[in-house]
């Protein structure tokens, strides 16, 4: 597999200028990671961070990771706040990390300044149905799509990896069938408020099956993105697992191919399909995905192959849930939205260790 092609590592004299970002819901997982990823991006500036529980207290008591002397981080401030920054034009671009439905809600009461910025990106899933003029932004799958966008609704975690372990199949029209995905999850999945299913005693030492058939919410997220990648609508079943690690998605999709198709055909296809995406790694035949290489890193691993006489695809892929599977995958829809190499302030090397 020929290496991937790296932008340049500077934004074109078109687009050079820098995103002064407020970020909604700073101090939960998502949030935090963002933070992280946007102190080491040359053009993002963290204008206003965010929240409710941390207002005027210091940077350091929500990010106690980060040396307040090299960051220069603002203290976080109330969601009550933000009308007024705005109005000063102390930030054009809102990052929303706040919990499945209490965005949309947040909008509703504050579009008349919200309406005004130059761009926001949605990390929730109130939008990632198109709603509210939002453009899905999975950029290896509908990247021609986002550099014109001034909405953009992130991604879930499950629904990246399922999509990017399917697509090369969906675009060549090669799935029959129903589509089945399993996939095991990190707990900073289900978020950073304390739950009795999520606690260190109840799920420590053990895997648990939740939502099982078509009750999660991301089903209808996945079948979405499958039926764009191919014009055929495909029916998902998802089977949603926990397991005692902090974060990861480790996901299986399985699917009836419409012809006999040999892993080796398989396994080319993908290979010309992602050998230009720096986020997608296509593992050599036999090499399996696993969570730790992907950790910390925007990178989707994927591994391909056919079974059941060729009849059949198993696709698997691994990405950090926090990384690709939210605040990873924001910063790259943020750098394609102002024009700048996609890969900028994004790491592609996971820290298995």
């Keep these: 597999m020929s290496a991937p092609a790296i932008a340049p590592a500077t934004p074109t004299s078109a687009s050079r200028r820098t995103a002064r970002v407020a970020l909604l819901g700073a101090s939960g997982y998502a949030g935090q990671e963002f933070i992280r990823l946007a102190l080491g991006h040359p053009g993002i500036t963290l204008a206003a961070l965010v929240s409710r529980e941390h207002a005027g207290r210091p940077a350091t008591s929500l990010l106690p990771g980060v040396d307040a002397r090299a960051s220069k981080l603002p203290s976080p401030v109330a969601p009550e706040a933000l009308p007024a ?161 902090a974060r990861g998605i480790l996901l299986t999709a399985s699917a009836p191919l ?46 391909v192959i056919s079974v059941h006489g060729s009849r059949t695809l198993i696709a698997t892929a691994a990405i950090d849930n926090l990384v690709k599977g939210a605040a990873g995958q924001a910063v790259q829809n943020l750098n394609l939205q102002l024009e700048w190499p996609e890969h900028w302030g994004l790491p592609v090397h996971g820290n298995p260790w």
């Design 85 to 245: 920054l705005a109005a000063d034009g102390a930030f054009d671009t809102l990052v929303a990390c706040l919990p499945h439905g209490a965005f949309k809600a947040y909008v509703a009461e504050n579009s008349v300044w919200i309406d005004k910025l130059e761009r926001v990106i949605d990390l929730s899933s109130d939008h990632r149905d198109g709603s509210g003029g939002y453009v899905y932004g999975l950029p290896e799958a509908f990247r021609s799509e986002l550099a014109a966008a001034r909405l953009i609704a992130n991604p879930g975690c499950y629904p990246t990896a399922a999509t990017l372990a399917l697509l090369p199949a969906l675009e060549r029209g090669w799935l029959a069938g129903p589509v089945t995905v399993t996939a095991l999850s990190g707990v900073s999945g289900a978020g950073r408020a304390p739950a009795l299913r999520t606690s260190f005693v109840e799920l420590e030492g053990g895997a648990a099956v939740y939502k099982a058939g078509e009750d999660h919410p991301h089903v209808a997220e996945m079948a979405r993105n499958l039926q764009r990648a191919c014009g055929v609508e495909h029916q998902v079943a998802f089977v949603p697992q926990l397991a005692p690690m």
């Design 258 to 303: 419409n012809e006999a198709i040999d892993s080796e055909t398989l396994h080319a296809a993908y290979t010309e399909r992602y050998q230009e995406e720096t986020f997608v790694r296509l593992l050599d035949a036999g090499v399996w995905p696993e969570t730790r290489a992907t950790r910390g890193s925007n990178r989707c691993d994927v591994s």
